[in-house]
């Protein structure tokens, strides 16, 4: 490696870009979050820690909590299964392969908002599609209130998630066991290997990369998530799908209160930091083997 | 085999991007005249007296408005009254109308004039407001609020001072059936909540939706409830909402529970908490499908403006508004819940204040205002004006019905401070999905209410 | 053996339909609601309507995401450049920080950004959102760019300078043209992302004149009562994703070779 003092001004421009459109705008929530502003006003009221200690007290923060955990395990796991089902299946020569794929990956280039706007129609519980159609093959138990009931709404959220991106994850998986040489499914097989045994010893393990950023990507994704939940239930029924950005959007904009919004934000921030230190502990780990 | 394509590829998607730029540049470079005038510190308006000399643009934010039909009334109006003043016209979804508000607002930018509710958004703008009182002096005479409604001019001020001009009238506590699905089965208007009960068992029974209410839009919840708590004992509901009151009162309790009865004894539709009065149920309710919603008087704006519900009522369908129900069995109906459609504001941040106070002028007491009033987009704020238009038979005696209920007002609609809204809004959700009970649900309330900061 | 092939091609196949019909469908959905009442109307009337011109918003979407990708690709690859190939002092610290920029979700940042762009003077133009795509963009393909140069063996440096070439001289004639499958990932991920993005359009663009196309359908139907418009405002989703949809079906390769990180072997 060449030391370059230049090595500076190849990065100014990126640096001026980060500072001003991201280190700024963290300082300034950073600050906020000890302030009871609502948004607008010149007026600020410094109150310390106080933001926090509301939050902490603030019963949504535990829904918002348990959303992260569930939709974030769920959507991230299954996206990844299916996945990799797909494109195992995808190796040997299938008719209409090519349509397949194009298919299966469209959802997403599609605007989430659209996605959002198109599903709400069709979840609706008396009558929108899907519920019409399941009343229409008798299989009424099946039809239940996917937006409506507090206790399914969470999960409809993470199969719209799953529609959108599983694409992603067959994609990937494919490219990654495209990099698995063929010698090793031989040697596997003339070893007398069933296909789950192959499943299991060689395909998982040797994944272990595509695993590793999909799973980041993922963690990422839905830290931000947005769209998707503010179109289909907007937090609701009853904050049962609160996530730390609608709440974050509703206590900015409905609730006046930019003050509480940035604590959110600040430890939303402190959250990713966390889980991106855990996670790549956990990928070193694992390659160390 | 990659390489070439991409480079082709590359190339293609380069030039549009070049070539956009340069178009993009050109086609917005010429609308930024209307904003600079807005964000320029400007200080030569000072002194601008009612017919500038040079025409001077100024920008007008709000929600709801049928855009195709405001241009040409807002340049009729100006183009006689105002010449040199030209108006843009922002129109925003509601959702977003406050978010923009305030994130202009906060960077000392914003349209010249706004719209804003009365309760909190009121309350939290008022600081942005410029105060009305010189400006409507000048523009309309020392004697500016007898042109105006008592009731109008109280919903107007916050602290005792106008924030801007009242803007025509609307609210809830009625409902509207489409009287042919129930000729259909042969059900009445419902008088009270039994009937109301008695008529969703009907048309469910027949396979059809019943009473629907968007119960994900928090702010049906609240007209709503507010209209049965007005029913049982309205000086409660207010005294209560002002903090002078406990919400564990029996009769605030009582209003919960009819409440959550709604949606237990199946009166109000299934899945009702995963849909949106606009457009879900509104959707359906047009599709001539639900008997009866809970929307409020600016229906009657249909008739004059929304070509689905015309053809409907040329289609042989006629709709007809009532009072909300009696839900204590006294024979009477709660009183309307009224509020102003809009309070109209200037930007303190304009650079063009007196040109921006003609056009509100014109917006609620001139051109504009008999425009609105005749299409029924609200009813009058101004004292001797009425609706001009021309109606026929069913409209005519819907909006007799509605003008003569007029006087019959239990309160305001909106609720004035945010953080106890959003307590009711949570615990009513939480009670019309059977998480809570009305005893919980108002104890919640009450911790909400008592931390509120009146 | 034979029979035992086909059956498992069947069943995969039907599983591969099944999936497919469960992707379609919505998407299907969409246009049907589109052909209701008049269909002709529906799609007319986005481009004739007076309110919206939306040959102008195509412009401002394909504006905005064009100058972000030229930006991204031009500050990204020279920072890629620094810290793959270069040493210096701090470069790592600085590299993880730039990396923490990419959790940051825009909701929690809305107003502080839209501060700075009242600061550039820059309210209610399109331009306005081209500094927080940017930015928001090249964290995440900084990422990419600079593990594909890492893959750039250092022998290429040493040889250039043999040959005479400056530094810079070597990212611009050998380095860049070199990382061309990287590019394609930074530039259609870009686009795409820039295409799409939602919130900050709506909070920061008021005339409809300045509008990106993703807010054209939300502007146009869904205020506050006039509703009753629901077949325009899916024949404006149709129309809106179109465009995408349709350059993706036909470079279909370079989408998925620019969001997989080009490790996909045909």
């Not at chain 3, 190939?85 to 839209?114: E, H």
Request: charged residues 15%.
């Amino acid at each position: 490696m060449t030391k370059s003092k230049a090595a500076y001004l190849y990065i100014a421009p990126m640096c001026l870009f980060f500072l001003i459109f991201t280190a700024y705008p963290v300082v300034f929530t950073i600050q906020t979050s000890f302030y009871k502003w609502n948004g607008m006003s010149a007026n600020k009221s410094f109150i310390g820690l106080q933001n926090y200690t509301n939050v902490f007290h603030d019963g949504i923060f535990y829904i918002i909590l348990k959303n992260f955990v569930i939709f974030g395990l769920l959507t991230i796991f299954i996206q990844m299964v299916f996945g990799l089902i797909l494109a195992v299946m995808l190796k040997s020569k299938l008719p209409f392969s090519g349509f397949y794929k194009t298919v299966i990956f469209m959802p997403v280039v599609l605007t989430p908002t659209i996605i959002g706007y198109i599903f709400s129609r069709v979840l609706e519980y008396n009558l929108g599609t899907l519920n019409v159609f399941l009343r229409a093959v008798h299989l009424d138990f099946l039809a239940l209130g996917w937006l409506s009931d507090t206790k399914v709404a969470i999960f409809t959220l993470i199969a719209v998630n799953i529609w959108q991106w599983t694409g992603y994850s067959m994609m990937m998986y494919m490219a990654g066991l495209s990099t698995i040489p063929e010698e090793m499914f031989e040697a596997a097989k003339i070893d007398g290997a069933s296909n789950f045994r192959i499943f299991i010893h060689v395909l998982w393990p040797m994944l272990k990369s595509t695993h590793f950023t999909l799973s980041i990507l993922g963690v990422i994704g839905v830290l931000k998530t947005f769209d998707i939940p503010y179109i289909l239930t907007n937090g609701g029924p009853v904050n049962s799908t609160q996530f730390f950005s609608t709440y974050i959007y509703q206590k900015a904009f409905s609730l006046y209160d930019a003050g509480s919004a940035s604590t959110l934000a600040v430890i939303l921030l402190i959250l990713a930091i966390i889980c991106t230190i855990v996670q790549n502990h956990l990928y070193s780990r694992a390659n160390e083997v | 085999m990659l390489r070439k394509g991409f480079k082709v590829c590359i190339c293609v998607m380069l030039a549009i991007a070049i070539m956009a730029s340069i178009v993009g540049c050109g086609a917005s470079a010429g609308s930024t005249t209307t904003t600079s005038a807005v964000s320029s510190s400007d200080t030569t308006t000072a002194t601008a007296t009612a017919a500038p000399a040079a025409p001077v643009d100024i920008t007008w934010q709000t929600w709801g408005y049928e855009h195709a039909s405001m241009d040409p009334a807002i340049a009729d109006a100006m183009a006689s009254d105002f010449p040199n003043v030209n108006v843009k016209f922002n129109l925003v979804p509601y959702a977003d109308h406050y978010t923009k508000l305030k994130v202009d607002l906060a960077s000392g930018a914003g349209s010249d004039v706004f719209d804003i509710q009365d309760g909190a958004p009121a309350t939290q703008f008022a600081e942005f407001c410029e105060p009305i009182g010189p400006l409507a002096e000048k523009a309309i005479g020392a004697d500016w609020q007898t042109k105006f409604t008592d009731y109008a001019l109280k919903q107007d001020a916050v602290n005792g001072a106008p924030v801007g001009l009242p803007c025509g009238i609307g609210g809830n506590g009625v409902l509207w059936v489409n009287k042919t699905l129930l000729d259909k089965y042969n059900v009445q208007p419902p008088k009270t909540l039994d009937d109301l009960k008695a008529l969703s068992a009907t048309f469910r029974k027949n396979g059809q939706l019943p009473f629907s209410i968007g119960a994900k839009d928090s702010w049906i919840n609240e007209d709503v409830f507010q209209s049965i708590a007005n029913d049982i004992n309205s000086s409660k509901l207010y005294d209560a909402l002002d903090g002078k009151v406990k919400w564990t009162d029996p009769d605030l309790i009582k209003a919960l529970d009819v409440w959550q009865k709604l949606f237990t004894d199946k009166t109000a539709q299934d899945g009702a908490l995963g849909m949106n009065m606009y457009n879900d149920t509104y959707d359906i309710f047009l599709k001539n499908m639900i008997p009866v919603i809970p929307v409020g008087l600016w229906m009657i704006n249909n008739y004059t403006g929304n070509d689905t519900f015309k053809k409907n009522v040329a289609d042989g369908n006629s709709y007809m508004p009532i009072r909300f129900p009696d839900v204590n069995g006294d024979g009477k109906a709660p009183g309307l819940l009224l509020g102003l459609n809009a309070i109209v504001v200037v930007n303190k941040n304009s650079t063009h204040k007196d040109e921006a106070m003609l056009f509100a002028k014109s917006l609620t007491m001139g051109k504009i205002y008999q425009k609105m009033l005749d299409i029924l987009w609200y009813l009058p704020t101004v004292k001797d004006t009425k609706p001009q238009g021309q109606y026929d038979t069913e409209l005519q005696s819907n909006l007799d019905l509605i003008t003569s209920w007029l006087g019959d007002v239990a309160g305001s609609r909106q609720i004035k401070y945010p953080e106890l809204q959003k307590a009711i809004d949570d615990q009513l959700q939480a009670l019309a999905a059977g998480q809570s009970t009305p005893q919980k649900a108002a104890e919640t309330i009450e911790t909400a209410s008592a931390a509120q900061k009146r | 053996m034979q029979n035992f092939k086909r059956s498992e091609t069947i069943i995969k196949s039907i599983i591969f339909i099944f999936v497919c019909i469960l992707i379609l469908g919505p998407i299907y959905f969409m246009l049907s609601r589109s052909f209701e009442n008049n269909v002709l109307v529906n799609y007319t009337s986005i481009f004739t309507d007076k309110d919206i011109n939306i040959a102008v918003n195509f412009f401002n979407s394909f504006f905005v995401s064009g100058v972000s990708i030229i930006l991204v690709v031009t500050i990204t690859s020279l920072a890629a450049f620094a810290f793959s190939k270069l040493s210096f002092k701090g470069k790592d610290v600085i590299y993880v920080t730039l990396m923490m920029g990419m959790m940051i979700p825009t909701s929690t940042i809305l107003l502080p950004l839209f501060r700075i762009t009242k600061m550039m003077g820059l309210v209610n133009h399109t331009a306005s959102l081209i500094g927080p795509y940017t930015t928001l963009m090249a964290v995440f393909c900084l990422l990419i760019l600079k593990n594909y140069y890492d893959t750039i063996p250092n022998q290429i440096m040493e040889a250039a300078k043999i040959d005479g070439c400056s530094q810079f001289r070597t990212l611009t004639s050998i380095v860049f043209p070199l990382s061309y499958p990287a590019l394609i990932v930074v530039i259609v991920w870009t686009f795409l992302q820039c295409w799409n993005e939602l919130l900050l359009a709506m909070i920061f663009l008021n005339d409809k004149s300045q509008m990106t196309i993703t807010l054209v359908p939300i502007q146009m139907f869904y205020s506050f009562v006039r509703v009753q418009q629901l077949g325009k405002m899916f024949a404006a989703f149709t129309v809106t994703v179109s465009p995408v949809v349709i350059l993706y079906v036909f470079m279909q390769k370079y989408f998925v070779y620019g969001i997989t990180g080009g490790a996909v072997k045909e």
